[in-house]
């Protein structure tokens, strides 16, 4: 059997890795795949791009089954391409990636389908904005409504720095087309996790939890980013909370799209602010597997991933469970000089080691070049491993990090401390 995963992440990188390990599946192509995936056992890059050109190439090469890993893809309606040419595919129609594609539209089904989310208002000019934030309490957050990589969330202290955001967005466009509405909402408090399902359209599979860390510096400081580093299970979500994210974000969420002529198949995530009474609130969906969550999720995986996504395609997740390693997983992202604002390419990277029992190494922004690999994004590679508790987990991930160097590499280096410091207070 042979497979396409679409993408070039850390993501896509793990998802490609753990496909390949299936007995039954002979060869995964990744599209367009990086440094990383050019030298993984059982995977090959391919050079295509494009709907037209993607089914052209799974047409060719009799690919049984297809993997998005990204947004823009999503958004753009590969899914719905795929299916019109009868190939099997998984991931959301156009429809329903608008559950991220735009901030409003999620926000507004979350009022229909009374989904616990933040209060919100949403601005296309300038002078209402500013109103709207006057008669608010800071802290609040400005959001520019379009897909922005995880780089389109202000979250101002201060009433000020919320003006500027809101000048920055609709007068001076630094978000282009993205923020040419934006959002602004109140300030949720509470400890964030992320809560990924598998859904087929019926039923929903709940992947294990997990915790991102947006900020670039340690101690969750400086700008947000797409993800410094992430681990698996998320502690805050305890089985208490576990039951509540299901039955008040997931199953309104899936019937939501259901009743309105969309229902959901793919990977759903809801990024979740969860308060000290275990209240789960919606910060934001995406349509997808996050990155770098996946990695601490699927290095924990058991159970065989092309099995799960064959249930998922078939409309059979009822009929499947997801088996976890009961260790924890911690990864690390270690980032280009420049990251997020303008990543520095082609530094080349050394000290990358093989896999080991307990780690692995996946590569986001790298490139193959003479033998070796160098930089080529702004999310280089994802250190991950397995450990009998987080801290044993994050100790292991800066050990394996330690050998490997480029120039200007960044690095946040407390991955994990909300969880370690949750257990320590426990
Ligand atoms: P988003 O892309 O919408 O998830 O926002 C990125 C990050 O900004 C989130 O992971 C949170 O850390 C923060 N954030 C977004 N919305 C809020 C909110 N309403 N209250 C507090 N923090 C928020
Ligand atoms: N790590 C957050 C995301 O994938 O959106």
Redesign the pocket.
């Known amino acids: 059997m042979k497979l396409l995963v679409i993408g070039s992440g850390g993501r896509e990188h793990a998802i490609a890795w753990r496909l390949a390990q299936s007995p039954r599946v002979q060869k995964v192509f990744v599209a367009p795949g990086n440094g990383g995936t050019a030298h993984e056992p059982g995977l090959e890059n391919v050079e295509v791009s494009g709907n037209e050109a993607l089914v052209a190439f799974a047409r060719e090469e009799h690919i049984h089954l297809t993997v998005v890993g990204p947004e823009a893809p999503l958004a753009e309606g590969i899914v719905d391409h795929f299916r019109a040419q009868g190939l099997r595919i998984f991931g959301p129609t156009r429809a329903c990636a608008q559950l991220e594609s735009s901030?409003e539209f999620a926000k507004a089904f979350m009022q229909r389908h009374r989904i616990p989310t933040?209060a919100f208002a949403s601005f296309t000019q300038a002078k209402p904005a500013h109103e709207y934030v006057a008669s608010r309490a800071a802290p609040i957050?400005v959001?520019a409504d379009g897909l922005a990589a995880?780089k389109?969330?202000v979250?101002a202290a201060t009433p000020e720095e919320a003006h500027q955001a809101i000048d920055r967005m609709l007068l001076e466009r630094s978000m282009g087309s993205a923020g040419e509405r934006i959002l602004i909402?109140?300030?949720?408090e509470g400890e964030?996790a992320s809560f990924i399902v598998m859904c087929d359209g019926a039923h929903v599979l709940a992947l294990a939890s997990s915790q991102?860390h947006?900020r670039l510096y340690d101690g969750d400081e400086g700008p947000?980013t797409g993800g410094m580093g992430a681990y698996s299970p998320a502690p805050v979500v305890t089985p208490k909370v576990h039951a509540r994210v299901l039955r008040e974000v997931i199953q309104p969420t899936l019937a939501g799209m259901s009743a309105e002529g969309h229902p959901y198949t793919g990977f759903l995530y809801a990024?979740l602010?969860i308060d000290g009474a275990g209240t789960p609130r919606v910060?934001?969906y995406n349509c997808r597997l996050g990155d770098p969550e996946t990695q601490p999720i699927l290095l924990r995986l058991k159970s065989d991933l092309y099995d799960l996504i064959e249930h998922a395609i078939e409309g059979r997740l009822d009929a499947i469970d997801a088996r976890w390693d009961r260790r924890a997983a911690l990864g690390v992202v270690l980032a280009a000089a420049g990251y997020p604002d303008a990543p520095r390419k082609g530094d080349p990277i050394s000290g990358i080691p093989a896999a080991g029992d307990d780690y692995h190494v996946f590569h986001a922004g790298t490139a193959a070049r003479d033998g070796g690999v160098i930089t080529s994004g702004g999310r280089v590679l994802c250190v991950t491993a397995l450990g009998d508790s987080i801290k044993m987990a994050q100790r292991r991930a800066y050990q394996v990090a330690e050998g490997i160097w480029f120039e200007g590499m960044q690095l946040r280096r407390d991955v994990g401390h909300h969880a370690i410091s949750a257990a320590r207070r426990a």
């Open positions: 901030k933040a957050v959001k995880g389109g969330v979250v909402e109140d300030f949720l964030e991102d947006k947000n990024g602010m910060l934001e």
